[in-house]
């Protein structure tokens, strides 16, 4: 008889065929439909089913991944899933939920290669790809029968921060499925496909989300003494792409009920994205506003290759022209920023200086390029500055839900940041209380 650490004769078969999948170079070019990696991680709990394939999980992800990413879009991406007449009990729904799941079980080794970290670029590409494709899976599947608890308070007090963010999340996925609904199925779902979607909250998922993160957003606080302005300025047009997708995935996972001040922390402790939004892309940004003029234009264009590609990639919902384009990751450090000064004190911020140094919040040298400066400059963007003479893009942001959801969240989030940040500046001092005076507000504006 077998042993117990004997394989079956079905798991031997599918380890080595997946071995000769990964070994060959012929995939490389094959279409999305001819490679059909991705099929295999539509079997629900497969690294369970079929432990001897632990040592290549990761590469099997990165070939399903890499190959559904190259779809146009959600609905292509699904067409791709084997479906209800198909092998896969529950179909497509069935499908989607499985891939997610295992997915999310290999956590941050699908960035590893030989138990080693990839290459940054590699990292990034990598990291870019599974963001599509997990950003596709939630926009198309029916979250209902994964996520059946009660609202939340969060939820029934219909707080407007939450509910504009929950707005944004819910227009972004209905345009990534083109306007038509979550798929669902007739079929009885397999109790175990719960589990496997929940856990994106659990370890897996949390070391998931934290490499995403690093990976799409690469420049933390480490080394930042020793950048010079012009670092920032160079790079954060590279990191536009990944950023926009990032907060699309994580938009769509803080609208869960119930889930949103779990993530928010994990964001903020875990994964560390207040610093890194800033000084890889935010930061960046604001420096160039600054400098303006014609060195501004010219970094555009050379900014032009690496963004160019994002309303493709995000479901041409916000194109990377778009005035309210900085809003999208603006509101997301927001609501990570004010989740962490809610629970920490005064010496985290002041002594460890996080999330950020206080030098980032303001500085003498430079005060309109900290974040006070660029919260103040949009808040007054979105709350006071009345439109002249109207203007395509203004005509645009008008008619534009999406861009009106980001500004209406940025109202509540951004809001609440300044107020919380001018709450620490009257317990300690860090800035001049002018600081967070609207410069241009007339008392014939009250």
């Given at each position: 008889g077998e042993t117990p650490q004997a394989r079956t004769f079905t798991e031997a078969v599918v380890t080595q065929l997946s071995v000769r999948a990964l070994s060959t170079r012929q995939a490389a070019g094959c279409t999305p439909q001819h490679q059909g990696m991705h099929n295999l991680l539509c079997?629900?709990?497969?690294?369970?089913?079929?432990?001897?394939?632990?040592?290549?999980?990761?590469?099997?992800?990165?070939?399903?991944?890499s190959s559904l990413a190259g779809c146009p879009g959600a609905l292509a991406m699904a067409k791709l899933l084997p479906g209800e007449s198909d092998w896969?009990?529950?179909?497509?729904?069935?499908?989607?939920?499985?891939?997610f799941g295992n997915l999310v079980s290999v956590g941050e080794?699908?960035?590893?290669q030989a138990d080693k970290p990839l290459a940054p670029e590699a990292s990034y590409a990598a990291a870019l790809q599974l963001t599509h494709v997990l950003h596709w899976v939630l926009c198309l599947l029916p979250l209902e029968p994964f996520f059946p608890g009660k609202p939340s308070r969060e939820d029934l007090e219909e707080d407007p921060r939450y509910a504009s963010a929950r707005t944004a999340a819910d227009l972004a996925s209905a345009h990534c499925r083109g306007g038509s609904g979550r798929i669902d199925s007739e079929e009885m779902l397999p109790g175990e496909l719960q589990g496997q979607v929940?856990?994106?909250?659990e370890r897996p998922g949390k070391q998931l989300l934290q490499q995403l993160v690093a990976s799409l957003l690469p420049l933390s606080a480490s080394g930042a003494s020793a950048r010079q302005q012009s670092d920032y300025t160079a790079s954060?047009?590279?990191c536009m792409q990944g950023a926009t997708m990032l907060c699309l995935l994580l938009g769509q996972l803080l609208a869960l009920p119930g889930q949103r001040q779990r993530l928010l922390l994990i964001l903020a402790f875990g994964a560390e994205l207040v610093p890194r939004m800033w000084y890889s892309l935010l930061k960046g940004m604001r420096l160039q506003e600054l400098h303006g003029g014609q060195q501004q234009q010219q970094q555009q264009d050379?900014?032009?290759?690496?963004?160019?590609?994002t309303s493709a990639s995000a479901g041409g919902i916000l194109p990377h022209d778009h005035p309210c384009a900085q809003l999208l990751p603006l509101n997301l450090m927001c609501a990570v920023f004010s989740a962490q000064l809610a629970v920490g004190d005064l010496d985290e911020m002041y002594v460890q200086q996080?999330?950020?140094?206080?030098?980032e919040l303001y500085s003498e040298t430079r005060p309109s390029a900290g974040v006070l400066a660029l919260l103040r400059s949009r808040l007054w963007s979105v709350l006071w500055e009345e439109p002249g003479t109207p203007s395509a893009s203004s005509t645009r942001q008008q008619t534009d839900p999406f861009a009106a959801a980001l500004k209406r969240e940025f109202s509540f989030i951004g809001g609440q940041l300044y107020g919380d940040l001018y709450d620490r500046n009257c317990r300690r001092r860090f800035c001049p209380e002018h600081v967070f005076r609207a410069p241009n507000l007339g008392p014939d504006r009250l």
């Open positions: 079997v629900p709990l497969l690294w369970s089913k079929v432990p001897s394939l632990a040592p290549i999980a990761s590469r099997i992800c990165r070939m399903a991944v896969v009990p529950g179909g497509k729904v069935a499908a989607l939920a499985a891939l080794r699908i960035f590893q929940t856990q994106v909250f954060w047009a590279s050379r900014g032009s290759a690496a963004t160019a590609s996080r999330p950020i140094p206080i030098a």
